[in-house]
């Protein structure tokens, strides 16, 4: 078999916008195959469209994921209420689980910043949407000052925020300011949530504010744009909109906007922390070649 073709058998688990964006990426990698999409509701919009379009289907849940093992991974885009007992369910298969809801469990993976984990992490966790945009620059303004106080100000159009989203609002807030903290090393964090209504839908913009002393203007732009970029090779919607660096205070906002697939271009929440789930999974799958666990 060609080492294209020697690729990681996984399932995605929730049939809401964030799993059929994920659908759509992950048949377009050469390095997974989709065994199974799973949802509890076998007349929801997703699990019809996923079985339309060929894709092996159920509405068993977390169940039925287990029984179609052996899988090399298994993606969980339901909601953090129940993220716990999916892992419960998968930890004896063995199966790498990828969470893409605000629970905080699992090692917190971020892409550009600690995106190798060690083979022996079985649970990984993608923080939020506003983490993935936000965490690559603040870690790089961390590398350059130390900050005091940070604020990050996410805002979505609420036609890309689905259920499991607006009711994992307290876990979002929550977990990404632990991992802000973890990342930055800065105690003083605080995460805040717009949802906007505005037609024409806005793009999702993460404003983040810096509180330092010592800020040296030239390397902080240097080290964002750097950031940026590293983003971008898998995100290409990512952008730096505005850049503002005074004594004692650093402002950023970026813009994500989605590219590709079936996603509105104001979706960019979605398609950031999907492009991470599947960039982690692309490079667990070249490390088990590497290993020898794919002949």
């Known amino acids: 078999m060609a080492a294209d073709e ?5 399932a995605v688990l929730g049939a809401g916008l964030i799993g059929i964006d994920l659908v759509d ?5 050469r390095k997974l195959e989709l065994a199974l999409v799973a949802g509890r509701d076998r007349d929801s919009l997703g699990l019809r469209r996923a079985a339309e379009t060929g894709h092996p289907t159920t509405a068993g849940g977390i169940h039925a994921v287990v029984d179609a093992g052996p899988l090399d991974m298994v993606f969980d885009a339901t909601n953090a209420d129940i993220h716990a007992e999916h892992w419960t369910a998968l930890r004896p298969t063995g199966t790498t689980l990828i969470d893409l809801t605000p629970t905080g469990l699992g090692t917190v993976i971020v892409p550009g910043v600690n995106s190798h984990p060690p083979a ?7 923080v ?4 993935q945009a936000a965490i690559p620059v603040l870690y790089a303004l961390s590398r350059r000052c ?6 990050v100000v996410s805002t979505g159009a609420s036609a890309s925020a689905g259920r499991a989203t607006r009711l994992n609002l307290d ?10 903290r973890a990342f930055t090393g800065t105690r003083d964090v605080k995460v805040m949530v717009n949802l906007s209504p505005a037609r024409p839908a806005p793009p999702f913009r993460v404003a983040m504010t810096v509180l330092a ?5 030239a390397p902080v732009r240097t080290s964002i744009a750097a950031a940026a970029q590293a ?10 909109t505005s850049l503002a660096v005074d004594p004692g205070r650093i402002s950023v906002v970026v813009e994500v906007t989605a590219s590709g697939g079936r996603l509105p271009r104001h979706a960019g929440s979605v398609d950031i922390i999907n492009a991470a789930a599947v960039l982690l999974a692309e490079q667990s799958a070249a490390a088990s070649r590497g290993r020898g666990l794919h002949p």
């Open 6 to 10: 020697q690729r990681l058998r996984v």
């Open 25 to 29: 990426k992950i048949c377009r990698s």
């Open 120 to 126: 022996a992490r079985r649970h990984l966790n993608l």
């Open 128 to 131: 939020s949407c506003g983490g």
């Open 146 to 151: 130390t900050p005091s106080y940070i604020e």
């Open 171 to 180: 876990q979002y807030i929550a977990t990404t300011s632990a991992a802000i």
């Open 213 to 217: 002393d010592g800020i040296r203007p």
């Open 231 to 240: 983003v971008r090779a898998y995100a290409p919607g990512f952008k730096v």
